[in-house]
């Protein structure tokens, strides 16, 4: 029967040799196994990692730089930990007709008043698309649902050219509704927009942050972007998505939980542009029916811009409006010269020699993911 051995004894024999020429590389190989690791820590740069436990910064840019003494085909990627802040805006003259052939020396950007230097200068083209349609399904609508939903299907089919663009769609009278989540299927766009008549009021696809037990009547259109803001476009996983809302709304809120200030600062803290389309009975003939004010505030504090259609015509020239709008961008970059105080920084974009022309842009960012309040 053999006898079991235990594992040192296997050893044995290498640990009892005691030829010089055994000893002799023992010794080199420890000597290369101690030293080695020593050598080539001295060859690293002095780096202080992060811990563990500690998260990254949430921005954080890639620049691919050459090092000092490096071969010429060597490069080193470093970690810059500072805040891109990245402005989509459009610029139109005097005519309303888009300005398409500016460089980045014609362009001054100011944070707080102060002057930036900018990053870089590019068009929004192949940039993706994040969406959301929120639609007022209140009595004021009714007249003008069904070319609401004929016109929108049109653009839809238009602006969701690229593979990751996506829409969703929102509706609310005194509740917010959840028709269609983020997609690319303008089919399913479509079945949802023509099927929502039935849905309302209804707590299937409800995603009110607010007492839903309240039935007061009122139209809850601050609620709806606001959501369509936290609940929607800031959950895409789309990677440097421009997040926009096309809004069609006669303009008044009359649910109240949340205020028009409210919906503006979520708006800016996700860098989303606002497009309202102020729309209500093709019947009246007065501007009174529209809160012109709300809305006027709504797309000039985001970036966005506000149409006022009468006519069918007028109407679908509104969407067509607003696809051009987000072909004709510009995206400018800077790194911010001021300190990260959590508050809301004001941006202006100008434009020195040529006085005639209208940026539009958002006013202004947070500087960080804050929660504070916005004070008027």
């Known amino acids: 029967m053999m006898q079991e051995r235990s594992p040192a004894s296997f050893l044995s024999p290498y640990l009892n040799m005691k030829s010089g020429f055994f000893l002799q590389n023992l010794r080199l190989g420890l000597c290369l196994v ?6 080539a820590a001295a060859q690293q740069p002095n780096i202080n990692p992060v811990p563990n436990n500690q998260k990254p910064p949430k921005d954080e840019t890639l620049l691919r730089v050459k090092t000092e003494g490096a071969l010429p085909d060597e490069a080193t990627v470093v970690k810059v930990r500072t805040q891109l802040v990245v402005v989509p805006f459009t610029v139109t003259d005097r005519r309303n007709r888009y300005v398409n052939d500016l460089k980045l020396e014609d362009l001054q950007v100011f944070e707080n ?11 929004t083209t192949e940039a993706p698309l994040a969406l959301a349609l929120l639609v007022d399904f209140s009595g004021s609508m009714l007249g003008r649902l069904a070319l609401a939903r004929r016109t929108a299907v049109q653009f839809l089919e238009k602006v969701l050219r ?4 996506q829409a969703a769609l929102i509706v609310f009278q005194q509740d917010v509704v959840l028709a269609a989540p983020l997609t690319h299927d303008v089919a399913a766009l479509k079945q949802s ?21 309240n039935k007061a009547a009122g139209t809850a259109l601050h609620a709806a972007l ?11 996983t789309v990677p440097n998505a421009r997040r926009v809302i096309v809004l069609l709304t006669d303009g008044y809120d009359g649910e109240g939980s949340v205020q028009l200030r409210e919906a503006i600062d979520r708006a800016w803290r996700s860098g989303v542009s606002v497009y309202p ?16 004010e709300a809305l006027e505030r709504l797309a000039s504090a985001t970036g966005g811009r506000v149409f006022y259609p009468r006519h069918d015509r007028e ?9 051009e709008d987000l072909r004709q961008q510009y995206v400018l970059t800077y790194f911010p010269t001021g300190a990260k105080d959590d508050a809301f920084h004001t941006l202006k974009i100008e434009i020195p020699q040529r ?9 202004g960012f947070y500087a960080a993911g804050d929660e504070k309040p916005v004070k008027e």
């Open 277 to 292: 389309i102020g729309i209500t009975s093709p019947t009246e003939e007065t501007a009174k029916d529209v809160n012109r």
């Open 355 to 363: 006085t005639d022309l209208q940026t539009h842009h958002r006013l």
């Open 113 to 123: 008043g102060q002057k930036q230097d900018i990053a870089s200068l590019g068009r």
């Open 193 to 213: 927009l023509a099927e929502v008549d039935y849905r309302l009021p209804s707590p299937v696809g409800q995603i009110m942050p607010f007492d839903t037990s």
């Open 315 to 323: 109407f679908a020239n509104a969407f067509t409006q607003i696809e």
């Open 226 to 236: 606001y959501l369509a803001v936290d609940d929607v476009l800031a959950r895409t």
């Open 34 to 39: 101690l030293f080695l690791p020593l050598w």
């Open 162 to 165: 690229l593979k990751d663009d």
